[in-house]
T-cell receptor, first 114, second 113 residues
Framework: EAQVTQNPRYLITVTGKKLTVTCSQN?????MSWYRQDPGLGLRQIYY???????DKGDVPEGYKVSRKEKRNFPLILESPSPNQTSLYFC?????????????FGPGTRLTVT | SQQGEEDPQALSIQEGENATMNCSYK?????LQWYRQNSGRGLVHLIL???NEREKHSGRLRVTLDTSKKSSSLLITASRAADTASYFC?????????????WGLGTSLAVNP
């Protein structure tokens, strides 16, 4: 089954404790992206990647890092989480420049930073 | 930054009725997409309409696009309780290699049995 998976689905952590949210897709998509969703602010892009070793900032990259060492994986790293990063996070993937613009989303990771 | 604004913010209807949601956007687009999100879950792609298309159908869904008014509408016919969800429009800005989606804040649809 074609899908985007994220882990963990729920995470409660404390300020400053480094964490990684994994994202993996099995559709051989070139494009991957991370979004956060907050009430009243909607979905905002954090980082995106056009292909292996090619990443760039979205609208709200501060406090986050990403890497794209393999085509299928695009982890989101919070080196020193803060309470303002409490949010619902989504990973998405899409075919490359010659493909459709439709994006496929993971189930989401609900992060709480205390 | 929000590109799309959905209207209404919330809609409550009875099963079997039609539901219409509208979306307005601000800048020129390549395409406009509609997504559904069940409570607290991932987003599911529903339909994509390109800037040179005016209407598109998919099952019980009908999407229209008016680029002169920078607006789109999503019609769900013969609604079911399972259609209860939030619906978002998103536009694609082709900025370099970024396929970033610019989202509206969504319409919350409740279909009552």
């Amino acid at each position: 089954e074609a899908q985007v998976t994220q882990n963990p689905r729920y995470l409660i952590t404390v300020t400053g404790k480094k964490l990684t949210v994994t994202c993996s897709q099995n559709m051989n998509h070139e494009y991957m992206s991370w979004y956060r969703q907050d009430p009243g602010l909607g979905l905002r892009q954090i980082y995106y990647s056009m292909n292996v070793e090619v990443t760039d900032k979205g609208d709200v990259p501060e406090g986050y890092k990403v890497s794209r060492k393999e085509k299928r994986n695009f982890p989101l790293i919070l080196e020193s989480p803060s309470p303002n990063q409490t949010s619902l996070y989504f990973c998405a993937s899409s075919p490359g420049t010659q493909g459709s613009y439709e994006q496929y989303f993971g189930p989401g990771t609900r992060l709480t930073v205390t | 930054s929000q590109q799309g604004e959905e209207d209404p913010q919330a809609l409550s209807i009875q099963e079997g009725e039609n539901a219409t949601m509208n979306c307005s956007y601000k800048t020129s687009i390549n395409n406009l997409q509609w997504y559904r999100q069940n409570s607290g879950r991932g987003l599911v792609h529903l339909i994509l309409i390109r800037s040179n298309e005016r209407e598109k159908h998919s099952g019980r869904l009908r999407v229209t696009l008016d680029t002169s008014k920078k607006s789109s509408s999503l019609l769900i016919t013969a609604s079911r309780a399972a259609d209860t969800a939030s619906y978002f429009c998103a536009t694609t800005l082709r900025a370099g290699n970024n396929r970033k989606l610019i989202w509206g804040l969504g319409t919350s649809l409740a279909v009552n049995p």
